[in-house]
């Protein structure tokens, strides 16, 4: 298999855009669809301090790199969710990582913040793992933006993540996840931190193989508490399609956002949004989620 | 050759070589799409044959959980 642009021996093949790329030239393309995705929905701009949520996979540590290629102010955010030996190493791939690129890196532990690590604070808090641990996480980022003066927190969801999110939400037809599903979720109310996805335009293969490439540490195993999530089963499901007929995850992701997601957008019901009374971050409810999840818990959080 | 599968569980396949990646894929009932095929520290596209001699990783690209 030749290169589409040098006709060099290719080493990742793209079949949704017919193409193949030799190293060199599938590092242009990948930069050149992580720069489509930031300027089209107007994620970030230079000078911009960017916090970058790296949990020591592929995704991650593949969006803090390129990020960091391309000249942005990139930091990075650990959140230790004490996983037993696959934290650590998890953990251990980060620092090496940061260390490496002499980045600055910002470490939060669960267990320093809650008192317990993911699986008890799960099991306490009557939760899936994957749901008590996504509510802390999204409570720790917005807290440790906003305590460092972030502009935007950025995160490593990309083509086949929201491609399986939005199967996922069609299936249940979750609409008020259908009308907020986007690469970027705006700053909607006071101290809330902008989001944004700048892999969202590039497959889980393309990463993995970026991060081969380009000689990235990642940790390969999977995390030991989303063994059978939905999630999975989804994207193989996808990745099915995707042999039969190249570029449905492309087509059906873009295609949501450019004629389905105003739909249901413009359906949504405009709904309050407040500081929670305990922790102060925005919320529809008096305490947010994740204060609530904590009483249950027995764990205080810090403001 | 020795196929390595390191992901959900470690395993290790012998297969009789030369064969292309895409029939050690369909062997394995992967599809290309949620995998990447490495080879001494490079990357191997669905046409390259693989020597009988050699030793490969196939690498599930496709995590999980609620992110």
């Not at chain 1, 190493?89 to 008192?115: N, W």
Request: proline share 5%.
């Amino acid at each position: 298999m030749k290169c589409t642009k040098c006709g060099g021996k290719a080493v990742v093949p793209i079949k949704r855009h017919n193409a193949a790329f030799c190293a060199e030239h599938f590092f242009e393309y990948f930069e050149n669809q992580v720069e489509r995705a930031i300027k089209e929905h107007r994620m970030f701009r230079r000078g911009d301090k960017i916090l970058v949520a790296v949990s020591g996979g592929k995704d991650s540590l593949a969006v803090w790199d390129v990020l960091l290629r391309m000249g942005y102010e990139a930091h990075g955010l650990y959140i230790d969710l004490g996983i037993g030996e696959y934290s650590q190493r998890s953990k251990e791939k980060v620092l090496k990582f940061a260390e490496q690129r002499g980045a600055t890196l910002r470490v939060v532990s669960i267990e320093e913040e809650f008192g317990l690590g993911t699986p008890e604070f799960a099991r306490k808090a009557g939760r899936p793992a994957c749901s008590a641990c996504g509510l802390n996480k999204r409570y720790l980022f917005n807290r440790e933006a906003l305590r460092g003066g972030y502009d935007v927190i950025v995160t490593g969801h990309n083509l086949d993540d929201e491609a399986a999110t939005l199967l996922g939400n069609i299936l249940n037809w979750n609409v008020g996840y259908l009308a907020r599903q986007s690469p970027v979720l705006e700053a909607t109310a006071p101290n809330l931190v902008k989001k944004a996805k700048p892999l969202y335009r590039l497959t889980e293969r393309e990463i993995a193989s970026y991060c081969v490439l380009r000689g990235i540490d990642y940790i390969v195993e999977e995390c030991p508490m989303a063994k059978g999530a939905k999630s999975i089963e989804y994207k193989y499901l996808l990745n099915q399609l995707e042999e039969l007929s190249p570029g449905a995850k492309a087509r059906f992701f873009f295609g949501f956002l450019e004629k389905g997601r105003p739909h249901f957008e413009a359906e949504q019901e405009k709904v309050e949004v407040r500081p929670c009374q305990v922790c102060g971050q925005p919320t529809t409810a008096e305490v947010c989620a994740h204060c609530r999840m904590l009483q249950r818990v027995g764990a205080a959080a810090a403001p | 050759m020795k196929v390595t599968v390191p992901i959900p569980v470690k395993k290790v396949y012998e297969m009789k070589g030369p064969k292309r990646v895409q029939e050690i894929l369909k062997e394995l009932g992967l599809p290309y799409e949620s995998v990447i095929v490495i080879y001494q520290q490079d990357l191997l596209t669905p046409d390259a044959v693989v020597p009988d001699d050699a030793e490969i990783e196939v690498r599930p690209a496709i995590s999980g959980g609620e992110a």
